[in-house]
């Protein structure tokens, strides 16, 4: 029997196993199996908590599909609640090791559990090679796509995994599928890429609909609110901090301008608890 928790964070929602104390063989079967919306948990993916010779805690991280992801903003604030919550730490400043690198949280704590988390995203990567995307630009902007019946234009950047933004005037109007799913397989992205459209309301507050790349529209997405919020103040268009609305709720993004670091604070909730 494997004991595992649900949780989200925006509503971008996962299956949280810990690996240190249990033993999982074929996560990214297991993956695809748990993410089930109909014969399954139910999921965006399955996040393990492993143990790290780098940081507190290293974080595994497989999409629905069954692919290996980078990296998961919403996800590795739950990885915070649930190594607090579950006593695997008493710490509230944690390393999180990832494939995008190893993170530092701020863990906020209310009655004796983590209400929202402090992400340090680290620095943007705007070489195209690394993104990756292709391009001969030094900052991958006004990369215009066509797709079906629209011309996009989209800034291009990494936030350990690859995003490309595009701005659009209303954001209720766009079928994020239908063009969604064509720009993550499109082939300027060597290894696909996520897709965030954005609507600006004021220089401090945006709304996001996102294509997320091996799981298809979902409420919410860190690393893509992190990356639009950067596109944005590159091309001129948003302050230094800004509110994210997704369908799922609402996230504080902020650029620091000295460091050049990306912050993120979202919440983070335990959804249910169960055995396979």
């Known amino acids: 029997m494997i004991?595992?928790?649900?949780?989200q964070g925006l509503g971008n929602d996962y299956v949280y196993i810990d690996a240190v104390n249990q033993k999982i063989e074929n996560a990214s079967l297991l993956s695809k199996i748990i993410s089930d919306r109909h014969f399954g948990v139910g999921s965006d993916g399955l996040i393990l908590i492993c143990k790290s010779e780098r940081a507190d805690f290293k974080m595994q991280m497989f999409n629905s599909d069954g692919s290996e992801a980078e990296m998961c903003g919403n996800g590795i604030r739950c990885v915070g609640k649930f190594v607090y919550d579950k006593r695997l730490t008493d710490k509230t400043i944690l390393k999180i090791e990832t494939l995008a690198g190893v993170k530092k949280l701020q863990l906020n704590i209310t009655k004796g559990k983590v209400d929202t988390v402090r992400v340090d995203m680290g620095l943007p990567i705007f070489e195209a090679k690394k993104i990756p995307v292709i391009s001969n630009k030094e900052i991958v902007k006004n990369l215009e796509i066509e797709?079906?019946?629209?011309?996009?234009?989209?800034?291009?950047?990494?936030?350990?995994?690859?995003?490309?933004?595009?701005?659009?005037?209303?954001?209720?109007?766009?079928?994020?599928?239908?063009?969604?799913?064509?720009?993550?397989?499109?082939?300027?992205?060597?290894?696909?890429?996520?897709?965030?459209?954005?609507?600006?309301?004021?220089?401090?507050?945006?709304?996001?609909?996102?294509?997320?790349?091996?799981?298809?529209?979902?409420?919410?997405?860190?690393?893509?609110?992190?990356?639009?919020?950067?596109?944005?103040?590159?091309?001129?268009?948003?302050?230094?901090k800004v509110t994210v609305e997704l369908l799922g709720g609402k996230l504080e993004i902020e650029w620091d301008k000295y460091n050049k670091h990306v912050y993120m604070t979202g919440p983070a909730v335990t959804v249910f608890e169960g055995r396979l």
Not at 3 to 7: H, R, V
């Open 147 to 240: 797709i079906y019946d629209k011309k996009f234009k989209f800034t291009c950047l990494s936030m350990g995994n690859p995003h490309a933004i595009t701005f659009i005037k209303n954001i209720e109007d766009i079928e994020v599928e239908k063009y969604g799913s064509q720009m993550e397989i499109n082939e300027k992205f060597p290894n696909k890429t996520n897709v965030e459209f954005i609507e600006i309301v004021n220089k401090r507050y945006i709304k996001m609909r996102v294509w997320e790349r091996g799981a298809g529209e979902t409420l919410a997405c860190g690393t893509g609110a992190c990356a639009s919020v950067v596109a944005g103040i590159v091309n001129n268009l948003l302050d230094e």
């Open 3 to 7: 004991e595992f928790t649900k949780m």
